[in-house]
């Protein structure tokens, strides 16, 4: 298995801060692996619901986690401050591929790194759902920059 390098913050779009808490601390001393998860899932959702993409108790179409994963490369401890990095990786026509960076107070490489895939489906029967033009374009806005480049055919159809 290849590990990966962590990323650097200019590989990222959009960020938000987060506290560690007393209450984050595991046995071994430091945040324990799965409150990074709480992270990426209040990047994720933070960016939405601050575009006007999501309502959590109104929108009729809500992203669900359908896969995720996280990679580590440094511990971090209380009291630091976490600076999550946000951008995107893989558009479908149902769900939508979130890269989520972790940074150390000012460090400017990353201590974990993590992907979560939200599949978009009415909120009421859970049967999928195309993005919705405002999700896509948002979505699109905030795509990896690496990830364009790779793709020739998005070139001149993504505004970066």
């Given at each position: 298995?290849?590990?990966?390098?962590p990323?650097?913050?200019?590989?990222f779009?959009w960020?938000?801060?987060?506290?560690?808490?007393?209450k984050?601390?595991?046995i071994?001393?430091h945040?324990?692996?799965?409150?990074?998860?709480?992270?990426?899932?209040?990047?994720?959702?933070?960016?939405?619901?601050?575009?006007?993409?999501?309502?959590?108790?109104?929108?009729?179409?809500?992203?669900?986690v359908?896969?995720?994963?996280?990679?580590?490369?440094?511990?971090?401890?209380?009291?630091?401050?976490?600076?999550?990095g946000?951008?995107?990786?893989?558009?479908?026509?149902?769900?939508?591929?979130?890269?989520?960076?972790?940074?150390?107070?000012?460090?400017?490489?990353?201590?974990?790194?993590?992907?979560?895939?939200h599949?978009?489906?009415?909120?009421?029967?859970?049967?999928?759902?195309?993005l919705?033009?405002?999700?896509?374009?948002?979505v699109?806005?905030?795509?990896?920059?690496?990830?364009?480049?790779?793709?020739?055919?998005?070139?001149?159809?993504?505004?970066?």
């Open positions: 298995m290849t590990r990966t390098k990323r650097p913050r200019s590989d779009h960020f938000c801060q987060v506290n560690t808490q007393w984050d601390i595991d071994y001393g945040v324990n692996n799965a409150v990074h998860y709480t992270w990426f899932d209040t990047a994720v959702n933070g960016w939405l619901v601050e575009r006007g993409l999501l309502d959590p108790v109104r929108s009729e179409t809500v992203g669900l359908v896969r995720t994963s996280c990679e580590y490369f440094d511990e971090v401890v209380f009291p630091d401050l976490v600076t999550c946000l951008c995107v990786s893989r558009v479908g026509t149902t769900s939508v591929t979130y890269e989520i960076s972790l940074f150390r107070n000012d460090r400017d490489q990353s201590f974990a790194h993590g992907t979560f895939v599949a978009y489906v009415d909120r009421i029967t859970h049967r999928p759902v195309p919705s033009e405002d999700l896509r374009h948002a699109l806005q905030i795509k990896s920059l690496v990830e364009i480049l790779a793709e020739p055919d998005r070139r001149a159809k993504v505004d970066v």
